[in-house]
């Protein structure tokens, strides 16, 4: 079944059709036979195949005649080969071939029937086939071979049984759900497949991946992961259906075609009358729909009821499982939901719900609620929505609770909902419920527009509750600012009972913590373990608390008594169970040890098994993404950044939103930062700055660093200029790490200005940047020891760009830095280091052999990050001084025969390749493109032509051939 619109890539066929193509040419010997046979729903891509092999066959040498079948019985005895002779003999320019077409034509036209008039004419069939082959294979490919008439299936016996003395090989296509009760093709397939040359391939729908890469290209652009999981139900794989919704979805079409619902409804038709019914029902329900709660629905006797369902299982329908029935295509309801009256429909959905209600097992609570729901009884439907609701809370399911809390608030609402014996439920506490379960599954907006209709309400809570909730849901939301409004107001509030007062304070000691206010957040954090201390069942804020108490001791007074208080506040918050506070002390332990501790390998740990832990709880759209962003930070300062894209990539499949998401794309621009890519780096600070516009200051300074950082590298020192005086104008952080990096950066700037001539050096922002730097130094001597190691390194750095604003820059200066972050194990500044080193040599004319092995040592370490910008800033600079970057030892050639094939390399080309890289590159051998292998790798298209370039550099190619030529030399067996 194909489409006249436009065509579609063959997708997911490779592998059948090789070994189609095997079988039917290269696999026959002169003088045999061999037939494969393929079979499938309407749909699944036969005939799309059968012209692909066709194709195929062709180029390869072989003669293909191809013909279909027509449905109308046995009223043209070899319709198919009339049809495929006619073809070619319509194509054919060869006199000598096409008289021997137009022979065999005469034959069918002139036999007249007798005794033997059916085996003469197949003898006579034969040898015109032969003759016309003219000793080239022929392959014969047919069409709809449901609809075969009687003397085509008894040339196909005569042939394939290799009594026509012919090198012929058959395809054809076969429509599986036409085979049904005493079809006589069933029989002949039975005969044949006895044959050992011949074959029968049941081709199935496209996997998940398939379907996503024909939906793509169709498109133009790989769906959203929305589009693309719907994609994928409602079509299970069909190929013909993902084209015909893909298009829809390019086009702009709402709805479904009328193609679709009429090749839906045909077969839908063409069922027995009690399987329509079965299938009507299947698509009412929720799958799968077991056989019992079935029998109850249709209330068909159990083998006319297995009878039905056979035949719908048949005709490629339903599937068929030990835990129930569901519909091969999810896009069979949306057709038939049309079909049936309301009435049916509300009759339909009441005895399942009658069923479920009866059922002596454990009672499905959600498939209850939905079924009352549909059937038009709101006041059924509302109490099983929320004992739905409450079994998804304490499963942790915090998204599938949101979505019963938000069912039963619309069902709360209906009028006359509530039977008359029955107590009305309490709306206020339906919308805390929905609030609540939205703000753990990542719905901030949607939290927050909950929680001013609960304000509302006259029966709401409090104002002291309603502040601390709000408050909640804006710091998650990334407004941080009147988060920590919301949180004072909470503390004056004159209404607040100390446990309120317990839990904003220490909610607002967290908060101060994430805004590098480290000895705001410890004092609270003091106060409210005092609040916690006269409050009975106030484990989590004393989790909280602790948490914030332990990160304020380590950055600012004694690193092991602050770890030691933050360990105890995990193992508070696991005894607890409470999954907020679990997520709350994996994510400030993780924090601390990959940020001011420096401890970078056992941050990157805690962080990864706390994103595990917290996801078992229900929190994978909002604290394991967190926790995520911090394990890729985390990754990227040790090197590490192949494996952090895909840690950043694989959280990234959550969706997350808010501060989630900030804390994600940050972790992503550093990436994209380091890498060159632009494009990428700009979207996400623009997708960063867009949530931030609502006031997130927390994770201001982090985003106005990496501003200045892409500048810089885009020549725009002024831009960067103004991304750091704005940092440094609206921090209120006592971070001296983030206030270090952001002084840097800003020295970095002016220096860049300096030497490129493009801006002019601002002496006033050297004069202030140079106090910034004066003042973290002063700060950080009153922090502990850790926290000054890290300090010390962005000092050096700051040391050494001002040398650079003098003209030559200082060798000694950059010397120091090389030094200090190789202790640090941060190899992308230690790398930068060594380039400004050499540069300042070398415009001493000193030293030139020291600034050579310098820029060798940079350029392989900036490579094996991956760092494209700095790479190219070596290249520039060795170039200049002619300083040869890749030394490669040379042997002295060896006398050998001339005869002598050439000896394979000494050394693998390989080796110096990343490990993404190597990935990249095994893709690039296979032929794929940069988007083919974005999309299999999960980065973007853009980030896979800065790993082509790559590895271009590094195996000193200019082309992908050349680089899958070495790829292929060098691989293992």
């Known amino acids: 079944m194909g489409s006249d619109v436009d065509t579609a890539p063959l997708v997911g066929r490779a592998d059948t059709l090789a070994a189609t193509r095997s079988a039917l040419l290269d696999d026959v010997a002169p003088g045999h036979t061999a037939a494969v046979f393929l079979t499938g729903e309407s749909g699944v891509g036969k005939t799309r195949l059968l012209a692909e ?14 013909g279909s079948c027509l449905d109308i019985g046995d009223a043209s005895p070899l319709h198919p080969l009339r049809q495929a002779l006619r073809r070619f003999d319509a194509e054919l320019t060869e006199a000598r071939t096409s008289s021997a077409v137009r022979g065999l034509l005469q034959v069918f036209d002139e036999e007249t029937p007798g005794p033997d008039g059916a085996g003469a004419l197949l003898e006579r069939v034969s040898r015109g086939l032969h003759v016309v082959a003219g000793g080239r294979p022929l392959v014969l490919v047919l069409d709809d071979l449901q609809w075969v008439d009687r003397s085509t299936r008894q040339l196909l016996l005569y042939l394939l ?135 109850q629905v249709v209330g068909l006797p159990e083998m006319e009821l297995i009878e039905a369902v056979r035949a719908a299982v048949a005709h490629r329908l339903l599937v068929g499982a030990d835990d129930g029935y569901r519909l091969r295509h999810r896009l069979v309801a949306e057709v038939l939901a049309h079909e049936l009256l309301p009435a049916e429909r509300a ?171 480290y000895a705001e957040a410890g004092d609270q954090a003091r106060e409210a373990l ?52 679990v997520a709350c002390a994996y994510l400030h332990l993780a924090e601390l040890l990959t940020g001011p501790l420096n401890i970078l390998e056992e941050g990157v ?4 098994r706390g994103a595990e832990r917290v996801a078992e709880l229900g929190l994978g759209r909002t604290w394991e993404t967190r926790l995520l962003a911090i394990a890729t930070n985390g990754l990227f300062r040790v090197g590490q950044w192949a494996e952090a894209e895909k840690v950043v990539a694989a959280a990234l499949r959550h969706r997350p939103s808010g501060a989630d998401a900030v804390e994600l794309l940050l972790a992503r621009c550093r990436l994209s930062v380091g890498y060159g890519d632009i494009a990428a780096s700009d979207r996400d600070l623009e997708a960063v700055a867009t949530v931030l516009a609502g ?48 002084a840097w950066h800003g020295l970095r700037a002016e220096a860049e200005a300096h030497a490129s001539r493009t801006v002019e050096v601002d002496p006033t922002a050297v004069r202030r940047l140079r106090e910034v730097a004066d003042r973290v130094a002063a700060k950080s001597e009153k922090a502990g020891a850790p926290v000054r190691y ?64 310098l820029l060798r040592q940079a350029y392989q370490m900036a490579q094996g990050l991956g760092a494209m910008p700095l790479s190219s800033e070596i ?39 990343t490990a993404r890289e190597s990935e990249v590159l095994a893709a690039v051998a296979e032929g794929l493109t940069n988007r083919e292998i974005g999309q299999r790798l999960f980065i973007s298209e853009r980030t896979i032509g800065v790993h082509v370039s790559h590895i271009f550099d590094k195996l000193q190619v200019r082309t992908r051939v050349q680089a899958s030529a070495i790829f292929l030399r060098n691989r293992p067996e």
């Open 695 to 742: 006031g997130g200051a927390r994770h201001v300074l982090p985003m106005l660093i990496l501003r200045a950082g892409l500048a810089m590298w885009q020549g725009r020192h002024d831009l960067a200029r103004q991304s750091v005086q704005r940092g440094l104008t609206e921090s209120r952080s006592d971070d001296v790490i983030v206030l270090a990096t952001l």
């Open 530 to 581: 005092q609040f916690a201390a006269e409050v009975a069942g106030s484990t989590s804020e004393v989790v909280l608390a602790s948490a914030a108490l332990g990160f304020s001791e380590a950055y600012l007074e004694d690193p092991e008594a602050g770890l030691a208080v933050m360990r105890q506040a995990l193992e508070t918050a696991e005894r607890s169970g409470r999954p907020e506070d």
């Open 161 to 295: 049984a290799g009594l026509g003395d012919l090198h012929l090989s058959v395809l054809a296509a076969i429509r599986a759900e036409a085979l049904q009760g005493a079809h006589p093709l069933r029989r002949v397939l039975t005969e044949l497949r006895r044959l050992r040359s011949v074959r029968v391939v049941d081709l199935a729908p496209l996997d998940r991946a398939g379907t996503d890469e024909l939906a793509a290209a169709i498109v133009g652009a790989p769906l959203p992961p929305d589009a693309a999981d719907q994609m994928w139900q409602r079509s299970g794989g069909n190929p013909f259906v993902v084209e015909e919704l893909s298009r829809d979805l390019r086009d702009g079409r709402d709805g479904l075609s009328d193609t679709v619902r009429e090749v839906f409804l045909a077969r839908v038709d063409a069922l027995p009358q009690h399987a329509h019914a079965v299938v009507h029902a299947v698509a009412a329900g929720v799958e799968p729909v077991e056989h019992w709660m079935l029998a």
């Open 347 to 517: 009759s339909l959905h009441r005895r399942y719900a009658e069923a479920l209600t009866s059922a002596t097992a454990e009672l499905h609570q959600a498939r209850l609620a939905h079924h009352w729901r549909l059937a038009g009884e709101p006041g059924r439907a509302l109490p099983a929505a929320m004992a739905a609701a409450r079994e998804a809370e304490r499963l942790h399911g915090y998204a599938e609770a949101h979505r019963h809390w938000s069912a039963a608030l619309q069902l709360a609402t209906a009028p006359a909902v509530v039977p008359p014996d029955a107590a009305r439920p309490d709306r206020v506490e339906l919308l805390k419920h929905a609030a609540e379960t939205a703000h753990h599954c990542g719905e901030h907006a949607r939290a927050l527009t909950l929680l001013e209709e609960l304000a509302e309400d006259p029966a709401g809570p409090p104002t002291c509750a309603l502040h601390i909730r709000r408050a909640r849901y804006l710091a998650a939301a990334g407004r941080s600012a009147p988060a920590e409004a919301e949180y004072r107001r909470a503390l004056e509030s004159a209404d607040c009972t100390p446990h309120e007062r317990a839990t904003a304070a220490a909610r607002l000691a967290e908060l101060l913590l994430h805004l590098g206010r």
């Open 790 to 853: 890290v300090v010390d390194g962005f000092l050096a750095l700051c040391d050494a760009e001002v040398s650079r604003l003098d003209g030559k820059g200082d060798p000694e200066l950059w010397a120091r830095s090389v030094i200090e972050w190789d202790r640090r194990n941060h190899p992308y500044p230690a790398a930068y280091s060594r380039l400004r080193q050499a540069e300042a040599l070398l415009a001493r004319r000193s030293r030139v052999a020291t600034a050579g092995k």
């Open 53 to 66: 092999v066709s194709e195929g066959l062709r180029d390869a040498g072989a003669l293909v005649l191809t």
């Open 875 to 913: 290249r520039t600079l060795a170039g200049r001084a002619r300083v040869t970057l890749e030394e490669r030892p040379t042997a002295p050639p060896v006398p050998r025969p001339r005869a002598a094939p050439a000896a394979p390399p000494a050394v693998d080309d390989l080796a110096v390749l």
């Open 605 to 608: 740990v805690v962080a990864r």
